[in-house]
C-alpha cells in the first residue's frame, strides 16, 4: 500500500522553511527519505527506524512517530538546491527482502 | 559511498525490439536489487525484486515474460523489455541496499543507479 504525501507541491522563497508529511495506513518498520532532481535518479536523505526517532543533517532533519504511521520531513532556512521532488519510501517489516514503497512525491520549488 | 551504475542512460528504439539494461553494484555485493519503473511527474512503482542466484520476484500487474530479469552475479542485475511497445516508454531504475556496517539491513540506503530513459518508437 503506497504512503499518501503532503502536499504534493511547494513553492518557497529562499530561506522559508517546509514539511513534508508521509502517512500510511498500515504498521512500519521504517521510514526512508529522497530527493529527486528532474531526470536523476533519486538521492538518500535519511532513514528513520524506531518509533520517535529524529534524524538531521544540516538544515534537513526527519521525524518517526510509529503508533501514528507517519514520518514529517522538515527543510529548514531552505536553499535554491533544495528544489526537486521528495519520496518518503516506507517499509512495513524487518525483512532482507523487503521493498520500499515509495509515496506519490512532494515537488519542492525554492525562489531566489 | 556506494554506487550503483546503471547502463546505458538512454536508448531508443523501433516497437518490437527487445532493450537490455544493466544495473551493476561497483564496490559493494548485492545478493538483492530492486527495478522501479517512473513515469514522468509520477512516484517509483517498483516492478520485481532481483535476487541473485534465483527468480526474480514481480510485482502485481508486472509481466514476467514481458520484463526479463536476471541476476547472475553479486554486482549485476539485468532488465530486459522484450517485444517494446510505445506504452514501455518509461524512466527505469535500478536499486540496491549496501548494508556494509549498517547495524541492520533495515538501516541501509537504497542507492540508485543514474536511471535509464527507453524511448519506443
Known amino acids: 500500500q503506497q504512503p499518501v504525501q503532503s502536499p504534493q507541491a511547494v513553492i518557497l522563497r529562499e530561506g522559508e522553511d517546509a514539511v513534508i508529511n508521509c502517512s500510511s495506513s498500515k504498521a512500519l518498520y521504517s521510514v526512508h527519505w529522497y530527493r529527486q532532481k528532474h531526470g536523476e535518479a533519486p538521492v538518500f536523505l535519511m532513514i528513520l527506524l524506531k518509533g520517535g526517532e529524529q534524524k538531521g543533517h544540516d538544515k534537513i532533519s526527519a521525524s518517526f512517530n510509529e503508533k501514528k504511521q507517519q514520518s514529517s520531513l522538515y527543510l529548514t532556512a531552505s536553499q535554491l538546491s533544495y528544489s526537486g521532488t521528495y519520496f518518503c519510501?516506507?517499509?512495513?517489516?524487518?525483512?532482507?527482502?523487503?521493498?520500499?514503497?515509495f509515496g506519490g512525491g512532494t515537488r519542492l520549488m525554492v525562489k531566489p | 559511498g556506494a554506487v550503483v551504475s546503471q547502463h546505458p542512460s538512454w536508448v531508443i528504439c523501433k516497437s518490437g525490439t527487445s532493450v537490455k539494461i544493466e544495473c551493476r553494484s561497483l564496490d559493494f555485493q548485492a545478493t538483492t536489487m530492486f527495478w522501479y519503473r517512473q513515469f514522468p511527474k509520477q512516484s517509483l512503482m517498483l516492478m520485481a525484486t532481483?535476487?541473485?542466484?534465483?527468480?526474480?520476484?514481480?510485482e502485481q500487474g508486472v509481466e514476467k515474460d514481458k520484463f526479463l530479469i536476471n541476476h547472475a552475479s553479486l554486482t549485476l542485475s539485468t532488465l530486459t523489455v522484450t517485444s517494446a511497445h510505445p506504452e514501455d516508454s518509461s524512466f527505469y531504475i535500478c536499486?540496491?541496499?549496501?548494508?556494509?556496517?549498517?547495524?541492520?539491513?533495515?538501516?541501509?540506503?537504497?542507492?540508485f543507479g543514474i536511471g535509464t530513459w527507453v524511448s519506443v518508437t
Open positions: 519510501g516506507t517499509q512495513r517489516g524487518f525483512n532482507a527482502g523487503n521493498m520500499l514503497t
Open positions: 536499486s540496491a541496499r549496501d548494508w556494509t556496517g549498517a547495524i541492520t539491513y533495515s538501516y541501509s540506503p537504497l542507492h
Open positions: 532481483s535476487n541473485e542466484g534465483s527468480k526474480a520476484t514481480y
